[in-house]
């Protein structure tokens, strides 16, 4: 979703900023299109930041004796993205 708001937002802000010429009083329509832009590319790249940062894995391995037959147990969980993968 965040992605999708980013090259929205720089979209929108080009289309303001190169394509519309009307002269409102008191409001500059390019530099408000320039700031939709910026605005569109910082959030295109903190998504793109937060998603790579949900991709990574988390392993655990546990290893215990049991008591009753002396045999080491070990058990592995692999993760990502805090599910657990078949």
Not at 38 to 55: E, N
Not at 71 to 85: A, H, K, S, Y
């Amino acid at each position: 979703m965040g992605i999708g708001s980013g090259i929205a937002l720089i979209a929108i802000g080009a289309i303001i900023a190169f394509a519309i010429d009307v002269d409102i009083a008191a409001i500059d329509l390019t530099m408000i299109g320039y700031i939709l832009m910026a605005a569109g590319v910082l959030v295109f790249l903190i998504s793109l930041v937060l998603m790579m940062r949900r991709r990574s894995a988390v392993s655990t391995q546990r290893t215990a004796v049991d008591p009753a037959s002396g045999e080491r147990i070990t058990t592995r969980r692999t993760t990502d993205n805090g599910e657990p993968l078949a």
